[in-house]
C-alpha cells in the first residue's frame, strides 16, 4: 500500500489523500508503506510557483511526506534545471528524498534532493504504477463523477447490465491540466504513432489533447524550433475516431477505420483503442476487433479506469465499478430497488434527483456522545477551534487527554485496557506533551521503560535509546488521540526501516487515549494497521468529524472578522471576538456563536440548554460536540452523505432542525456550525429551508439566533440572501451596531438570487 497526497496545481493547497493498493501479482510487487507527496505541474507553470505552492501547503502534509515526487512536463525540464527550483523545494524536506517524474523515451524519475529512493524500500516500477493510479483517482474524487450507491435505487448501464454505482470520466475532465495528466501517462503507447480510438465522445477531448501533446513533447525532446513541422522521424498520432453513441451500429465504426487504413501512405500504423472503463472487458474487445476488420494488425486496449476484477490494462482499479449484473441477476432489482438508466446518447440520468429529506437526529444517535461526556461531567475536556501543541495540527473540535488523565473513571477505563498488555516491555509515543503524558501513565502502571519518539526520529535513535529495545518482543505504541491511523502506519513503517521489528516474534500493538474516527469504516481501516483487532486498543471512542482549517465554521468567522476589520475596530464586542478567536492555542468552551443583543440579557443566556434536552450536556462546547457526534453517526450509517453527491441528496429533515423538536436557539446554532452545508441544501426544497429561514428571522424568540442565521447566509449555508427578512433582522435596533454593520456589508458583496 502506498498513500499518495495529490497536490493539485493552482488549486487550494489541500491534497487529495488516496490509498493506492500494489497488485498482487504483476509488475510492481513491492511491498511497501510510504506517504508520498505527489506534486503535478502543468507545462504553463513557472518553476518558481512550484516552490511557492508547497510553501502554502499545510505543515501536516510536509512533515508525514516520506517521499515527494514532481511531476514535470518535458518542455519545463531544462527551465526547472536552471532556476534551482529543485533544490529550493528539497530544502523544504530535509531528509526526505525528492524526486522529479518525467518522460524521455520511457517514464524517468531523477533525485533532486533528499537520500535515495532505494532507502523507502520502493522500487521506480511500484512507484510509477501508483502515482499513475493516483493521477487518474484525483479526476474522480470530483463532485459528480461516481454516481453513489444507494438503497432506493441503482443504476442501468448504456451496456444493459445493473451497477451498484456508476462512473461517468467525461464529467472528470474539467481542464486542459486533467487532459494532460492522462496524455502523460500515455506517452508509452503515443511514441509508437497511433490511430487512436475512444470507446465514447465523451472522452474525444482526450484523444484530440493527445496529438497536441505529444507534438509539444517531441518538440521538447528534438529541435524546439521546429514548430511547425515535426519532421517524418519523429512521433506523431495519425488520427482520432471514436464511437458516436455507445452501442452504435456495427460497420459504421468499421467504415470510418477502413477509410484511414486505405489512407496510410506505408504500412497501417498501430491502434491504441483508449477506453473510459472497463467494467467486463466486452466493449474493449468489441472495439478491437472492429479495428481488426478494418484491417488493422497491432491493436492495444487501455482503459483509463477498470474494475478490480478485470485483466485489462488500466490506470485506476475502482472498486466502485466492480459490483454489476444482468438484469435478470440483480440482487437489488429483487430487493425491490429502483434501476435508473444511464442514457447511451448523454451518459445523463433519466433521473435528474432524489432528495431525502426524512433525516432526523434520534436518542441513538446521541447516545454516544452523551454517556462519554456524563462519565467527565465538569472535566472540560472539549474545546473548539483549537490549535494542537507541538504538531501545529487545527481542530474544529479538540479533545484534551490530559484532563482525562486526571479522571479517576479515565484512569479505571485505562486500567481495564492495560490488564490485556501486561506483558508490555516498552512503550513508544510521538513526541508532544499529550502523547508523553498518557505515556508516562502507562509506562508506570506497566513497570516498562518509555520513549518519545516521532516515527521518522526512529532510524536514528541515540545509543542508549535503541539499547531500550534490545531484546523487546511486545511494543506498544502510545497516542493521545487516533483519528485517521497515519501517524501509526508511519510508525508501522520506519520500526521496519530502523530494524527494530524484523524478528518473527515481534508484536505490536496501539493504543489510543481516544479513538475518534469519523466513521466506523476509518475505525476498521485504523484497526487493520494493526493487523489484529486484538493489538488495536484505546481507552474511549467518539465518532467525530476530522476538520482542520478548511472547514472550521470559527476559522471562517475569523476571516470575516479580518476582512472588514474597519467594523471590528469600531466595536468592542468585535475586537473581543477577534482576539479570542486568534488565540487558537487555548480555543474555545463557551461564547463559541455571535451574539446579537447584547444589552439587557435575558435571566436565561440565549445558549443556555433547555431542559429534557436528548443531548445531555453541561458547557456550549460539549453540546457542539455532542450535535457534530450524532451527525457524524448519521454519515457513518449512510443517512447523510460525507460529501455532496449526485443524483441524490439526503438531508436534515426541517421541521426538526428549524421549527420542531430542537426548538433550543443553541441547539440551532450547533447546527448551523457542525452541519456541511449540503446536509441542509438541496435544490429541490430549498425555497422551503428559505421560509424556515424566514421564519426564524421574524421570530422574536429566537432574536439571539439573529447573527448565526445571517452568519449562516454569508457562508452560502442557508439559502436566500435577498429575503425581506434579512433586510427586517439587519434593521432590528437591539442588535450591537458593529455586528449589524459588519454582516450587512457582508451580505451585501454575496448576494445571490432567490431560485
Given at each position: 500500500?502506498?498513500?499518495?497526497?495529490?497536490?493539485?496545481?493552482?488549486?487550494?493547497?489541500?491534497?487529495?489523500?488516496?490509498?493506492v493498493?500494489?497488485?498482487?501479482?504483476?509488475?510492481?510487487?513491492?511491498?511497501?508503506?510510504?506517504?508520498?507527496?505527489?506534486?503535478?505541474?502543468p507545462?504553463?507553470?513557472?518553476?518558481?510557483?512550484?516552490?511557492?505552492?508547497?510553501?502554502?501547503?499545510?505543515?501536516?502534509?510536509?512533515?508525514?511526506?516520506?517521499?515527494?515526487?514532481?511531476?514535470?512536463?518535458?518542455?519545463?525540464?531544462?527551465?526547472?534545471?536552471?532556476s534551482?527550483a529543485?533544490?529550493?523545494?528539497?530544502?523544504?524536506?530535509?531528509?526526505?528524498p525528492?524526486?522529479?517524474?518525467?518522460?524521455?523515451?520511457?517514464?524517468?524519475l531523477?533525485?533532486?534532493?533528499?537520500?535515495?529512493?532505494?532507502?523507502?524500500?520502493?522500487d521506480d516500477?511500484?512507484?510509477?504504477?501508483?502515482?499513475?493510479?493516483?493521477?487518474?483517482?484525483?479526476?474522480?474524487?470530483?463532485?459528480?463523477?461516481?454516481?453513489?450507491?444507494?438503497?432506493?435505487?441503482?443504476?442501468?448501464?448504456?451496456?444493459?447490465?445493473?451497477?451498484?454505482?456508476?462512473?461517468?470520466?467525461?464529467?472528470?475532465?474539467?481542464?486542459?491540466?486533467?487532459?494532460?495528466?492522462?496524455?502523460?501517462?500515455?506517452?508509452?503507447q503515443?511514441?509508437?504513432?497511433?490511430?487512436?480510438?475512444?470507446?465514447?465522445?465523451?472522452?474525444?477531448?482526450l484523444?484530440?489533447?493527445?496529438?497536441?501533446?505529444?507534438?509539444?513533447?517531441?518538440?521538447?525532446?528534438?529541435?524546439?524550433?521546429?514548430?511547425?513541422?515535426?519532421?517524418?522521424?519523429?512521433?506523431?498520432?495519425?488520427?482520432?475516431?471514436?464511437?458516436?453513441?455507445?452501442?452504435?451500429?456495427r460497420?459504421?465504426l468499421?467504415?470510418?477505420?477502413?477509410?484511414?487504413?486505405?489512407?496510410?501512405?506505408?504500412?497501417?500504423?498501430?491502434?491504441?483503442?483508449?477506453?473510459?472503463?472497463?467494467?467486463?472487458?466486452?466493449?474493449?474487445?468489441?472495439l478491437?476487433?472492429?479495428?481488426?476488420?478494418?484491417g488493422?494488425?497491432?491493436?492495444?486496449?487501455?482503459?483509463?479506469f477498470?474494475?478490480?476484477?478485470?485483466k485489462?490494462?488500466g490506470f485506476?482499479?475502482?472498486?466502485?465499478?466492480?459490483?454489476?449484473?444482468?438484469?435478470?441477476?440483480?440482487?437489488?432489482?429483487?430487493?425491490?430497488?429502483?434501476s435508473?438508466?444511464?442514457?447511451?446518447?448523454?451518459y445523463?440520468?433519466?433521473?435528474?434527483?432524489?432528495?431525502?429529506?426524512?433525516?432526523?437526529?434520534?436518542?441513538?444517535?446521541?447516545?454516544?456522545?452523551?454517556?462519554?461526556?456524563?462519565?467527565?461531567?465538569?472535566?472540560?475536556?472539549?474545546?473548539?477551534?483549537?490549535?494542537?501543541?507541538?504538531?501545529?495540527?487545527?481542530?474544529?473540535?479538540?479533545?484534551?487527554?490530559?484532563?482525562?488523565?486526571?479522571?479517576?473513571?479515565f484512569?479505571?477505563?485505562?486500567?481495564?485496557?492495560?490488564?490485556?498488555?501486561?506483558?508490555?516491555?516498552?512503550?513508544?509515543?510521538?513526541?508532544?506533551?499529550?502523547?508523553?503524558?498518557?505515556?508516562?501513565?502507562v509506562?508506570?502502571?506497566?513497570?516498562?521503560?518509555?520513549?518519545?519518539?516521532?516515527?521518522?526520529?526512529?532510524p536514528?535513535?541515540?545509543?542508549?535509546?535503541?539499547?531500550?529495545?534490545?531484546?523487546?518482543?511486545?511494543?506498544?505504541?502510545?497516542?493521545?488521540?487516533?483519528?485517521?491511523?497515519?501517524?501509526?502506519?508511519?510508525?508501522?513503517?520506519?520500526?521496519?526501516?530502523?530494524?527494530?521489528?524484523?524478528?518473527a516474534?515481534?508484536?505490536?500493538?496501539?493504543l489510543?487515549?481516544?479513538?475518534?474516527?469519523?466513521?466506523?469504516?476509518?475505525?476498521q481501516?485504523?484497526?487493520?494497521?494493526?493487523?489484529f483487532?486484538?493489538?488495536?486498543?484505546?481507552?474511549e471512542?467518539?465518532?467525530?468529524?476530522?476538520?482542520?482549517?478548511?472547514?472550521?465554521?470559527?476559522?471562517?468567522?475569523?476571516?470575516?472578522?479580518k476582512?472588514?476589520?474597519?467594523?471590528?475596530?469600531?466595536?468592542?464586542i468585535?475586537?473581543?471576538?477577534?482576539?479570542?478567536?486568534?488565540?487558537?492555542?487555548?480555543?474555545?468552551?463557551?461564547?463559541?456563536?455571535?451574539?446579537?443583543?447584547?444589552?439587557?440579557?435575558?435571566?436565561?443566556?440565549?445558549?443556555?440548554?433547555?431542559?429534557?434536552?436528548?443531548?445531555?450536556?453541561?458547557?456550549?462546547?460539549?453540546?457542539?460536540a455532542?450535535?457534530?457526534?450524532?451527525?457524524?453517526?448519521?454519515?457513518?450509517?449512510?443517512?447523510?452523505?460525507?460529501r455532496?453527491?449526485?443524483?441524490?441528496a439526503?438531508?436534515?429533515?426541517?421541521?426538526?432542525?428549524?421549527?420542531?423538536?430542537?426548538?433550543?436557539?443553541?441547539?440551532?446554532?450547533c447546527?448551523?456550525?457542525?452541519?456541511?452545508?449540503?446536509?441542509?441544501?438541496?435544490?429541490?426544497i430549498?425555497?422551503?429551508?428559505?421560509?424556515?429561514?424566514?421564519?426564524?428571522?421574524?421570530?422574536?424568540?429566537?432574536v439571539?439566533?439573529?447573527?448565526?442565521?445571517?452568519?449562516?447566509?454569508?457562508?452560502?449555508?442557508l439559502?436566500?440572501?435577498?429575503?425581506?427578512a434579512?433586510?427586517?433582522?439587519?434593521?432590528?435596533?437591539?442588535?450591537?451596531?458593529?455586528?449589524?454593520?459588519?454582516?450587512?456589508?457582508?451580505?451585501d458583496?454575496?448576494?445571490?438570487?432567490?431560485?
Amino acid at each position: 500500500m502506498i498513500h499518495v497526497n495529490v497536490l493539485e496545481f493552482g488549486a487550494d493547497p489541500v491534497p487529495i489523500g488516496l490509498d493506492v493498493p500494489l497488485p498482487a501479482d504483476g509488475a510492481a510487487t513491492s511491498p511497501v508503506n510510504a506517504t508520498v507527496l505527489y506534486i503535478p505541474v502543468p507545462r504553463w507553470a513557472n518553476p518558481r510557483q512550484i516552490d511557492t505552492h508547497v510553501n502554502l501547503l499545510d505543515d501536516q502534509y510536509r512533515q508525514s511526506a516520506e517521499l515527494v515526487v514532481i511531476r514535470i512536463h518535458p518542455q519545463r525540464l531544462a527551465d526547472f534545471g536552471e532556476s534551482n527550483a529543485a533544490e529550493d523545494i528539497a530544502e523544504r524536506f530535509p531528509g526526505t528524498p525528492v524526486l522529479l517524474l518525467s518522460w524521455r523515451g520511457d517514464f524517468f524519475l531523477e533525485p533532486c534532493g533528499g537520500p535515495p529512493l532505494g532507502d523507502l524500500g520502493v522500487d521506480d516500477e511500484a512507484l510509477t504504477y501508483a502515482l499513475r493510479h493516483a493521477d487518474a483517482r484525483a479526476l474522480v474524487e470530483r463532485s459528480g463523477v461516481i454516481l453513489p450507491a444507494d438503497e432506493t435505487f441503482h443504476y442501468e448501464g448504456p451496456n444493459g447490465r445493473h451497477y451498484e454505482s456508476f462512473v461517468r470520466v467525461g464529467t472528470a475532465i474539467q481542464s486542459v491540466d486533467s487532459l494532460d495528466g492522462l496524455a502523460f501517462w500515455l506517452l508509452n503507447q503515443l511514441a509508437r504513432s497511433p490511430l487512436i480510438v475512444l470507446d465514447s465522445w465523451t472522452i474525444l477531448s482526450l484523444g484530440l489533447n493527445c496529438e497536441r501533446y505529444l507534438n509539444q513533447v517531441e518538440q521538447a525532446l528534438h529541435d524546439p524550433s521546429s514548430i511547425e513541422d515535426p519532421g517524418e522521424d519523429r512521433a506523431r498520432v495519425v488520427a482520432v475516431e471514436c464511437q458516436r453513441r455507445y452501442g452504435e451500429p456495427r460497420g459504421r465504426l468499421q467504415q470510418r477505420l477502413s477509410n484511414i487504413h486505405k489512407q496510410s501512405q506505408s504500412s497501417p500504423p498501430p491502434v491504441l483503442v483508449l477506453m473510459s472503463v472497463s467494467s467486463t472487458g466486452d466493449s474493449a474487445n468489441a472495439l478491437s476487433a472492429e479495428c481488426a476488420r478494418a484491417g488493422f494488425e497491432q491493436i492495444q486496449a487501455v482503459s483509463l479506469f477498470t474494475a478490480t476484477e478485470t485483466k485489462d490494462e488500466g490506470f485506476c482499479a475502482l472498486p466502485e465499478i466492480t459490483k454489476h449484473w444482468h438484469e435478470s441477476e440483480c440482487p437489488h432489482c429483487r430487493d425491490g430497488s429502483q434501476s435508473v438508466r444511464v442514457m447511451a446518447d448523454t451518459y445523463l440520468l433519466d433521473l435528474a434527483a432524489a432528495v431525502r429529506s426524512d433525516v432526523v437526529i434520534r436518542v441513538l444517535h446521541v447516545q454516544q456522545a452523551r454517556e462519554f461526556f456524563e462519565r467527565y461531567a465538569g472535566a472540560e475536556i472539549v474545546s473548539v477551534h483549537r490549535t494542537q501543541e507541538g504538531d501545529e495540527r487545527h481542530h474544529a473540535l479538540f479533545l484534551d487527554v490530559n484532563q482525562l488523565l486526571s479522571h479517576e473513571t479515565f484512569l479505571q477505563r485505562l486500567d481495564a485496557e492495560l490488564e490485556e498488555l501486561a506483558d508490555v516491555q516498552l512503550v513508544l509515543c510521538p513526541e508532544h506533551r499529550a502523547g508523553e503524558g498518557l505515556a508516562a501513565t502507562v509506562a508506570e502502571k506497566l513497570g516498562v521503560p518509555t520513549i518519545a519518539a516521532d516515527p521518522k526520529r526512529l532510524p536514528s535513535l541515540s545509543a542508549e535509546e535503541r539499547a531500550l529495545f534490545d531484546g523487546v518482543r511486545k511494543l506498544l505504541i502510545v497516542d493521545d488521540i487516533v483519528m485517521t491511523g497515519t501517524r501509526l502506519r508511519r510508525y508501522r513503517n520506519y520500526l521496519h526501516r530502523a530494524g527494530l521489528s524484523s524478528d518473527a516474534d515481534f508484536e505490536l500493538h496501539f493504543l489510543a487515549g481516544v479513538a475518534r474516527p469519523d466513521s466506523l469504516r476509518r475505525l476498521q481501516g485504523i484497526v487493520d494497521y494493526a493487523h489484529f483487532p486484538q493489538r488495536f486498543h484505546y481507552v474511549e471512542l467518539l465518532i467525530l468529524p476530522n476538520w482542520g482549517r478548511d472547514e472550521c465554521p470559527w476559522c471562517a468567522e475569523l476571516d470575516l472578522l479580518k476582512q472588514y476589520s474597519s467594523y471590528v475596530e469600531d466595536s468592542p464586542i468585535l475586537e473581543g471576538r477577534l482576539q479570542a478567536l486568534k488565540d487558537t492555542a487555548s480555543g474555545l468552551q463557551a461564547d463559541l456563536f455571535l451574539h446579537w443583543a447584547i444589552d439587557n440579557p435575558p435571566p436565561v443566556g440565549p445558549w443556555q440548554l433547555g431542559p429534557g434536552s436528548i443531548f445531555g450536556v453541561r458547557t456550549e462546547a460539549e453540546l457542539f460536540a455532542g450535535v457534530a457526534n450524532a451527525l457524524q453517526v448519521l454519515r457513518s450509517e449512510g443517512e447523510l452523505n460525507e460529501r455532496f453527491t449526485l443524483p441524490v441528496a439526503k438531508v436534515l429533515d426541517q421541521r426538526f432542525a428549524f421549527s420542531g423538536r430542537f426548538y433550543d436557539t443553541v441547539i440551532t446554532a450547533c447546527l448551523l456550525r457542525a452541519t456541511r452545508r449540503h446536509d441542509l441544501r438541496a435544490p429541490a426544497i430549498d425555497r422551503d429551508l428559505e421560509a424556515e429561514v424566514r421564519e426564524r428571522l421574524q421570530d422574536g424568540s429566537h432574536v439571539s439566533l439573529q447573527g448565526e442565521l445571517l452568519f449562516a447566509l454569508y457562508r452560502r449555508h442557508l439559502p436566500g440572501n435577498r429575503l425581506n427578512a434579512v433586510r427586517y433582522a439587519l434593521a432590528d435596533s437591539s442588535a450591537e451596531s458593529g455586528i449589524r454593520q459588519l454582516l450587512s456589508e457582508a451580505l451585501d458583496a454575496r448576494e445571490e438570487p432567490v431560485s
